[in-house]
T-cell receptor, first 111, second 114 residues
């Protein structure tokens, strides 16, 4: 089964609103990463948050990590049509160096 | 700084053939990882190479193989192609290990098997 799972699978919002997507994982991790993918293209790294961090910001992005609940959230504030993409969380698998991606949240921002 | 490049961008093959995909990482990056992305299975880790050594491998059959050269460029080979191998193949590079450093992805190679 997936190590990281995003929720919801799809999200549609109006431009200017905030978008929140969540990621849950199963095992202990030393970091969690979020990536964005525009339709059929390569992934773009957004944020890496380490297990000893609770919150991290980058521009309009805010990521939180709750290791006790094994979950993370990605908040995009004041969304724009250009934010339309799929968003993935990725975590190391168990104690290995493999990076495992969730199935992603497909975000649509309507003008 | 140039990004990760992958060639070719699109490829059409028939069942039973073999294919080689190429990836050039960002200069200075020693780790190259490969992923397969399909609508049904999502993004799946294939393998990672670091300093010419395969460091990790995903759950794929032996038909999938790869290598890394001394200049960190990497190739991935799929032999005896099956219809289910149709996918977007993504390559990513990073300075250090896959699980600890941000990865920079290439645009991918879209493989269609007929």
């Amino acid at each position: 089964s997936q190590q990281g799972e995003e929720d919801p699978q799809a999200l549609s919002i109006q431009e200017g609103k905030n978008a929140t997507m969540n990621c849950s994982y199963k095992t202990s991790i030393n970091n969690l990463q979020w990536y964005r993918q525009n339709s059929g293209r390569g992934l773009v790294h957004l944020i890496l948050i380490r297990s000893n961090e609770r919150e991290k910001h980058s521009g309009r992005l805010r990521v939180t990590l709750d290791t006790s609940k094994k979950s993370s959230s990605l908040l995009i504030t004041a969304s724009r049509a250009a934010d339309t993409a799929s968003y993935f969380c990725a975590v190391p698998w168990g104690g290995s160096e493999k990076l495992v991606f969730g199935k992603g949240t497909k975000l649509t921002v309507n003008p | 700084k140039a990004g990760v490049t992958q060639t070719p961008r699109y490829l059409i093959k028939t069942r039973g053939q073999q294919v080689t995909l190429s990836c050039s990482p960002i200069s200075g990056h020693r780790s190259v990882s490969w992923y397969q992305q399909t609508p049904g299975q999502g993004l799946q880790f294939l393998f990672e190479y670091f300093s010419e050594t395969q460091r990790n491998k995903g759950n794929f059959p032996g038909r999938f193989s790869g290598r890394q050269f001394s200049n960190s460029r990497s190739e991935m080979n799929v032999s005896t192609l099956e219809l289910g191998d149709s996918a977007l193949y993504l390559c990513a590079s990073s300075r250090g290990t896959v699980a600890r450093d941000e990865q920079f992805f290439g645009p991918g190679t879209r493989l269609t098997v007929l």
